[in-house]
T-cell receptor
C-alpha cells in the first residue's frame, strides 16, 4: 500500500530535550515536506526537500532541522523543543501529480 | 488580506443534502487547486485536484475553479454521514517548491 509513515504518533517531551520525528514513504517520491497544523492557523510548511541532500526552508522553519540522506526518509529534528512547538505535525510526499500524500500525523506536546 | 480564505463553519446538514464549500484567494499565481478531506485524528487525504479554471466531477463530488473571481468550490451531492470531516482547500503556483497554501478548513457534519 502506498503510504507515508510517521513515528511516533504521540509524543510528550520536556523543554530542551532533543527529539526526532521520523517520516518514510514507499512511493519513490522525490519531493517531501513537513507541515504543522495549529488551531486557527491551519497547515503551514516547515521544510521541504526536492531530492536527496536538497532541502530548504518553508514558512515556519525556526527551531527545526531536517535531513534527506535517503530518498524514502525525511526526519524532522527539534534540537531544543519549546512549548510553542506543541502542535500536530504532518509529513507529506508528492509524485508527479500536484497532490500530496500525507502521513497520519504526530501530535507533539512540549511541557 | 490572507492568501486563502475559507469559512471554518461548522456546517451541519441532513443526510442527502447538497453541500457547498468554498474558498477565495488573492494570489493570481495559483494554478493548482485541491480539496482535501481530513477525518479526526487523521492526515489530510486528497479528494479533488484541478488545474487552472473549470469543473471536475468524481462521483458525488464536483470541484469548480473560477480564476477570474479567485473563487473555488466543492459540491457534495447526496451527502452521507461518512462525509462528516473537515474539508481543506489548498492551492499551489507550482514552481520549485510545490508548496501548498491551505485554507483553515470547514468542519462538516452530516446528520443521519
Amino acid at each position: 500500500e502506498a503510504q507515508v509513515t510517521q513515528n511516533p504518533r504521540y509524543l510528550i517531551t520536556v523543554t530542551g530535550k532533543k527529539l526526532t520525528v521520523t517520516c518514510s514513504q514507499n512511493m519513490n517520491h522525490e519531493y517531501m515536506s513537513w507541515y504543522r497544523q495549529d488551531p486557527g492557523l491551519g497547515l503551514r510548511q516547515i521544510y521541504y526537500s526536492m531530492n536527496v541532500e536538497v532541502t530548504d526552508k518553508g514558512d515556519v522553519p525556526e527551531g527545526y532541522k531536517v535531513s534527506r540522506k535517503e530518498k524514502r526518509n525525511f526526519p524532522l529534528i527539534l534540537e531544543s523543543p519549546s512549548p510553542n512547538q506543541t502542535s500536530l505535525y504532518f509529513c507529506a510526499s508528492r509524485g508527479t501529480a500536484a497532490g500530496y500524500t500525507f502521513g497520519s500525523g504526530t501530535r507533539l506536546t512540549v511541557v | 488580506q490572507k492568501e486563502v480564505e475559507q469559512d471554518p463553519g461548522p456546517l451541519s446538514v441532513p443526510e442527502g443534502a447538497i453541500v457547498s464549500l468554498n474558498c477565495t484567494y488573492s494570489n493570481s499565481a495559483f494554478q493548482y487547486f485541491m480539496w482535501y478531506r481530513q477525518y479526526s485524528r487523521k492526515g489530510p487525504e486528497l479528494l479533488m485536484y484541478t488545474y487552472s479554471s473549470g469543473n471536475k466531477e468524481d462521483g458525488r463530488f464536483t470541484a469548480q475553479v473560477d480564476k477570474s473571481s479567485k473563487y473555488i468550490s466543492l459540491f457534495i451531492r447526496d451527502s452521507q454521514p461518512s462525509d462528516s470531516a473537515t474539508y481543506l482547500c489548498a492551492m499551489s503556483s507550482g514552481g520549485s517548491n510545490y508548496k501548498l497554501t491551505f485554507g483553515k478548513g470547514t468542519l462538516l457534519t452530516v446528520n443521519p
